[in-house]
């Protein structure tokens, strides 16, 4: 148990459904993440909120949309995805010290994903 | 460009020790991670080394070079249950993580 939770560990939808991820951290942390982990490659970092506020969007299409209602709650809205978005989405959560926007230089808590598979 | 380089898959025996790899080459250096990952389960963090040496940690070391951008985690005395990945990630100048691949650790009896 890492204090981070997903659900729905499993998803398949087609490439018109919408659906959305939720992720929630009960550790107090300031920052939450998504990633992308697909077979042999390395975790592609998606999107950063620090103190609820997007920090980061590493070039993610449109058809993926973060929300970040509170500092305990991040969602991934999933609209019109292709096959090739079939992975596994980890949501993970730190604790920045500084300022909103600063770097994480603490360890990241992950959650045990959702994987999504897109027909 | 910033990459992380480790082994995709490595066989040990139990009870044997087991070096997992990773070399870098990122834009600065704020430290190093080491993850493990079970099948299906959420990567935890094992190690973070920042300086130069030898960190242990129970059956668990990591070691850093930063002037040879490299950096190994050691398990001894392994069991069936370190069966798992090993992901090494980087934080770079602009405390950016760059992660590699990860290893996939195999366990034999």
Known sequence: ETGVTQTPRHLVMGMTNKKSLKCEQHLGHNAMYWYKQSAKKPLELMFVYSLEERVENNSVPSRFSPECPNSSHLFLHLHTLQPEDSALYLCASSQLDGLAGDSNTGELFFGEGSRLTVL | ?109
């Not at chain 2, 480790?6 to 991670?33: D, H, K, R, W």
């Not at chain 2, 079970?38 to 940690?57: C, I, M, Q, R, W």
């Not at chain 2, 980087?90 to 366990?107: F, H, M, P, R």
């Open chain 2, 1 to 109: 460009g910033q990459n992380i380089d480790q082994p995709t898959e490595m066989t040990a025996t139990e009870g044997a020790i087991v070096q997992i790899n990773c070399t870098y080459q990122t834009s600065g250096f704020n430290g190093l991670f080491w993850y493990q990952q079970h099948a299906g389960e959420a990567p935890t963090f094992l190690s973070y080394n920042v300086l130069d040496g030898l960190e242990e940690k129970g059956r668990f070391s990591s070691f850093l070079s930063r002037s040879k951008g490299y950096s190994y985690l050691l398990l001894k005395e392994l069991q069936m249950k370190d069966s798992a990945s090993y992901l090494c990630a980087v934080l770079d100048s602009n405390y950016q993580l760059i992660w590699g691949a990860g290893t996939k650790l195999i366990i034999k009896p």
